[in-house]
């Protein structure tokens, strides 16, 4: 099964893909180009670094259009009083009483320094569906979980200032 993924993720690969093909491919040819031109390519550092930035774009060209082949699109709607994909929910940490706040997103956008907690890890599974009031139990393995309660859910449908992580 592939990477789960709202049609606002496809939109946004698809975007960076033709940004590659279009733009930075152009630019890491003629890079490549002028490198060439300096001489001796045996001790020639600009040519093997323009080479390594073209693979590296063409790696990531691979790599975007390998996942969207096998992209499992997901519904980011959800109902007005449940936790839903790209909304922003206040929880409680039951054993610590402290107060976190995090945005549910898809796996390619999770960032947990950023606040933007992936769908698949143990919290955003536990969260997902769930409504103001509820308390969540939150396992991480077989031996270990805590408890969350959800304070509040701020619904989002508008991602567009979240990126695709580059890898």
């Known amino acids: 099964m592939g990477e789960r993924l709202t049609k606002s993720d496809i939109e946004k ?14 630019e890491a040819i003629q890079a490549v180009k ?11 550092f600009e040519y093997y670094a323009a080479k ?5 774009n063409n790696n990531r060209i691979k790599y975007l259009e390998r996942m969207l082949k096998h992209a499992v699109i997901i519904d980011d709607d959800s109902e007005s009083d449940e936790v839903g994909i790209n909304n922003t929910v206040e929880i409680l940490i039951v ?5 976190e706040t995090y945005r549910l997103v898809t796996s390619i956008r999770g960032s947990s320094t950023a ?6 890890s143990p919290l955003g599974k ?3 569906g769930r409504k103001v009031g509820e308390r969540v139990h939150v396992k991480v393995r077989d031996d270990f979980g805590y408890d969350v309660v959800i304070n509040k859910i701020i619904k989002t449908n508008d991602d567009s200032e979240d990126s695709i992580k580059s890898y």
């Open 13 to 26: 690969i698809e975007k960076e893909i033709e940004h590659r093909k279009l733009v930075v491919r152009k």
């Open 34 to 44: 002028v490198a060439r031109a300096h001489g001796d390519l045996s001790e020639n």
């Open 52 to 56: 390594k930035d073209n693979n590296a």
């Open 95 to 99: 054993e610590d009483k402290a107060t």
């Open 115 to 120: 606040g933007l907690i992936s769908i698949e």
């Open 126 to 128: 536990a969260l997902l």
